[in-house]
């Protein structure tokens, strides 16, 4: 136990609290869906209810795109989860889901007086069937990112068998503007994505 204080320490002691870059302009719809999902700290996942059956189920749940301070992403939602939580029960059951994620979830529309229910702020909308992270590099990724993000999950315990799941994308909706959202948007063209954001302008919060 006192090893997993030290780490999760050393986590809050390192981890710099960053404002994201200025995002894409709106018109580059896979660069916006791919910096909100890299600069969200949360998403919304909606499953179909084992606990409720016939009734979707919705769940706020820490992301981490790879670390918060660095450019590098890959645009794939990954969860940090137990097999005792209900959202596991449900995608377990049925590896449909959804993430939902909002610009709202970043420091941006907030900083530009944008509400979180308009079409400008950004709304991204990623579906597919979830599926269990095995590859030592993709958990070694996923480990990064969680953990420094979201210290505390560090320090969760081992007896309740914690593990990292991703979702196998299928399809994309993004609404980044006025006019509807751009449904299907290419899952290939969303992952095989080069950020061209970068940190120089952006601002250490204190």
């Known amino acids: ?10 986590l809050v002691a390192v981890a ?37 059956p016939g ?11 790879g670390l918060y301070n660095e450019t590098f992403s890959r645009g794939i939602p990954m969860i940090y989860s137990s097999p005792m939580a209900t959202l596991t029960h449900d995608f377990t059951a049925d590896p449909k889901v959804t993430f939902a994620y909002s ?27 979830m599926e269990e992270v095995t590859d030592e590099d993709e958990i070694a990724f996923a480990k990064l990112g969680m ?6 999950t560090a320090s969760w315990p081992p007896g309740h068998g914690f593990r990292f799941y991703k979702l196998a994308i ?10 509807g ?10 992952l095989n994505y080069k950020p061209t954001w970068g940190l120089e302008e952006s601002n250490t919060v204190f």
């Not at 960053?18 to 999902?37: F, K, L, S």
């Not at 953990?147 to 505390?152: A, E, K, L, Y």
């Not at 299928?170 to 006019?179: A, K, R, S």
């Open 55 to 65: 009734f979707p189920w919705a769940k706020t749940k820490d992301v981490a795109d």
């Open 16 to 52: 710099t609290a960053y404002y994201e870059p200025t995002p894409p302009d709106h018109e580059d719809i896979i660069g916006t869906a791919r910096w909100i999902v890299k600069y969200s700290n949360i998403s919304v996942v909606a499953t179909n209810s084992v606990l409720l």
């Open 1 to 10: 136990m006192i090893w997993r204080a030290v780490i999760v320490c050393c």
């Open 147 to 152: 953990f420094q993000r979201h210290p505390i």
């Open 103 to 129: 610009a709202e979830f970043t420091h941006w529309c907030m900083d530009q007086d944008i509400d979180n229910d308009s079409p400008t702020c950004g709304l991204i909308a990623l579906s597919g069937e």
């Open 170 to 179: 299928q399809n994309i909706l993004v609404l980044d503007y006025f006019g």
């Open 181 to 190: 959202p751009h449904k299907h948007v290419s899952v290939e063209d969303y």
